[in-house]
């Protein structure tokens, strides 16, 4: 579903490489968990991979279901079926929250050609989403994500996620500034989605996220490449070991 | 010897008195209202339309800016469906629904052939007030009787069809009389326009009004506004100014409180793009003790559009306890495009609350960027992240009829021009 191919990119006004040469498969139905200490452009592969424009790529290739996304805009990308859960949500003041959902959600149908949801119809959605993530409603009248605590960005970009439906979600540190009930909660939100047509990029530095959400392999990043990959066990000898031995290794 | 040369007319001041010439006799009020027109035309044009001297007309030099006036008479006669459904419309010429219970509506011709009524600028340098008071054609006078809760909005409404219009209200409310007034500007096409609308309106003791200004005028139009007003003790307007159209405009707001504990607020919202310039200048008095005004002007520039805001708050020395806030902040969407604010405050009283603020930003890359990664196009997210920098303006009204309805003429200007 998802294929990176020797990716190099930089940031644009700087022209720091940030990705030096990034190889990576996501198969459809797979969960792959992307760890790595901080500063090793975690974050970055997941802007570059919704099209940010600060990042440039200079080499090498991003294919999803087969075709290179590096032409298409970030919206257009969204709409193909590409979801990033921030690390860091963005507040919008002005911009009442269920006003976004409901044009996303729209926008999104339309851009593949169905036709838009009713106004009812798309509040019931929303009603049965949030009470699974334990939303209130009322939050979403309030302007998008400003307000909210952490736990409560970090659901509601679930919630996104579980309206929009994508194809692939990439999840940038999504248990930062959760405690544990809330990570429960997210957890169940983001498993909820795992299906066989659907693939799932996990990135976190913490092995406490993969015993919740657990992964079918995990891939070390550092300094911009992927430097291990390989089974669950990863992560656990990670959390023992720390980063020092594989990026030993690997240097 | 100090012989002082008037400049020659400019092209613009020699079409406005080849029109007067043409018009005068057909107006209204008769040879006591020729006489006042002519007076005021004569001192106009012999002071020659303001230019950038003029401290009041310093960004908008209006002299050089007025170049095509044209003429022939250009209000339609019909009404077109209110901005509020279910308003009384007024038009000239026209009249959709019945005229509310407590609001009595007269003519301006009428009051003006009966003399009760006088055509006279607001002093020698009121340029707007000079051009009106000369070619003011049609117009009511409204009088709200005392305590009348009037629930029926009104919409003064003034579709031109090209050419010139005119016109002068005189809007009287009674003591604990409440309304919602739409003074509304359309074109019905692409004929230039030069139109002129002066408002006296006058607040009595706890009455309570919200006044909406709606400037549709077409892309080659210049449009001068002028409303007056008067605050009575307690009283409470609401004044919501929405240009979202025209190639010249300048609207002048003039307010006094004239009563303690008067509450004035106004609400601007300027939509700017092509080749238009702006100019929205209010003078505010706080006159008496205990008085309080807000004053938000949100402004949005595209293309090449230019744009004012000058807001003068005067307090005199007898008016401690006042209280008065003005912020300007404008969204610069294009680097052609321009927009100056003038906050100017004269306080001579030593117990007051004054402030004043001025931004200027672009949109955040970031909101786009979060906005667009939900699948939703550039051009979607933008409006929607310009709607979120003008909403909170609006949605201060109170009135969701009211909100909903101007939403709805932000949506459309904004539609055209993202
Ligand atoms: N827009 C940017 N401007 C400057 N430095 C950046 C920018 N984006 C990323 N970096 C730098 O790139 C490196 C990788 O950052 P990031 O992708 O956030 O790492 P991670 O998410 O793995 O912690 C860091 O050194 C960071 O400071
Ligand atoms: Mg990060």
């Not at chain 1, 911009?95 to 119809?121: C, H, I, W, Y």
């Not at chain 2, 079409?15 to 209202?33: E, I, N």
């Amino acid at each position: 579903m998802l294929e990176i191919r020797n990716l190099h990119a930089r940031i644009a006004d700087t022209e720091t490489e940030i990705i030096r040469g990034l190889n990576l498969t996501v198969k459809a139905g797979e969960v792959a968990a992307i760890m790595g200490p901080n500063g090793s452009g975690k974050s970055t592969l997941s802007y570059i991979l919704a099209g940010r424009e600060d990042y440039e790529v200079t080499e090498g290739d991003i294919l999803f279901n087969g075709e290179s996304i590096l032409e298409m805009d970030v919206a257009e990308r969204a709409a193909s079926g590409i979801f990033l859960a921030f690390q860091y949500p963005v507040e919008i003041p002005g911009v009442a929250t269920m006003q976004f959902l409901k044009v996303a959600l729209n926008e999104q149908r339309k851009a593949r050609g169905e036709d838009e949801l009713s106004t009812p119809d798309f509040l019931r959605l929303v009603k049965s989403a949030s009470a699974d993530l334990q939303i209130d409603t009322a939050m979403l009248k309030r302007p998008v994500n400003v307000g909210f605590s952490g736990g409560e960005k970090k659901r509601a970009e679930i919630l996104q996620m579980a309206l929009l439906q994508p194809k692939l979600c990439v999840l940038d540190e999504t248990d930062s500034g959760l405690d544990i009930d809330a990570l429960k909660i997210v957890a169940d939100g983001v498993n909820a989605l795992r299906s066989p047509d659907r693939a799932m990029v996990v990135i976190t530095h913490y092995q406490r996220l993969l015993e919740h959400i657990v992964p079918d392999t995990v891939h070390v990043l550092y300094k911009g490449q992927v430097v291990k990959s390989g089974g669950k066990d990863i992560a656990l000898e990670l959390e023992e070991n720390g980063y020092a031995d594989i990026i030993g290794a690997a240097a | 010897m100090n012989i002082q040369t008037k400049p020659p007319l400019t092209a613009g001041e020699q079409a406005l008195s080849t029109h007067f010439d043409a018009v005068k006799q057909s107006l209204p009020g008769g040879d006591a209202a020729l006489s006042q027109r002519s007076a005021l035309f004569g001192a106009l044009l012999s002071r020659g339309l303001p230019t950038r001297r003029v401290e009041s007309w310093h960004y908008t030099d209006f002299r050089s800016l007025l170049r095509d006036v044209p003429q022939g008479a250009g209000l339609s006669q019909r009404a077109v469906e209110p901005l509020i459904a279910g308003a009384t419309v007024l038009a000239s010429g026209a009249q959709d629904g019945v005229v509310p219970a407590g609001v009595n509506v007269v003519d301006f011709q009428t009051r003006l052939s009966d003399g009760s009524l006088t055509l006279a600028a607001r002093g020698d340098d009121d340029a707007v007030g000079h051009l009106n008071a000369a070619f003011a054609e049609t117009g009511f006078a409204i009088t709200i009787a005392d305590g009348s809760k009037v629930e029926t909005p009104i919409e003064l409404q003034a579709v031109q069809d090209g050419g010139q219009a005119h016109l002068r209200h005189e809007v009287h409310v009674g003591a604990n009389a409440g309304v919602t007034l739409v003074e509304r500007h359309l074109n019905s096409g692409d004929a230039p326009a030069l139109v002129s609308a002066v408002t006296n309106l006058k607040l009595e003791r706890e009455a309570n009004v919200t006044w909406v200004i709606v400037q549709g005028q077409g892309h080659a139009d210049s449009h001068l506004g002028q409303i007056n007003v008067s605050l009575g003790e307690d009283a409470r307007l609401t004044l919501c100014i929405i240009n979202a159209g025209g190639k010249l405009i300048r609207q002048e707001v003039h307010v006094v409180t004239a009563g303690e504990g008067a509450d004035f607020k106004l609400r601007g919202v300027n939509l700017l793009g092509g080749d238009s310039h702006t100019d929205v200048t209010m003078t505010l008095g706080h006159d008496v003790p205990n008085t309080t005004s807000t004053e938000i002007i949100r402004n949005v520039v595209f293309d090449r559009a230019r744009g004012v805001f000058q807001g003068q708050i005067r307090v005199a020395p007898q008016a401690q306890k006042t209280d008065a806030r003005m912020a300007s902040n404008t969204l610069l969407l294009s680097d052609d495009g321009e927009f100056s604010t003038k906050p100017e405050l004269e306080i001579f009283a030593d117990d007051v609350q004054c402030a004043h603020g001025a931004t200027v930003a672009d949109i955040a890359p970031v909101h786009l960027f979060y906005l667009m990664s939900r699948g939703i196009p550039e051009a979607v997210a933008r409006r929607l992240l310009v709607q979120a920098f003008i909403n909170e303006v609006v949605e201060d009204l109170d009135d969701e009829t009211l909100t909903d309805a101007l939403h709805g003429v932000i949506e459309t200007w904004l539609e055209k021009h993202v």
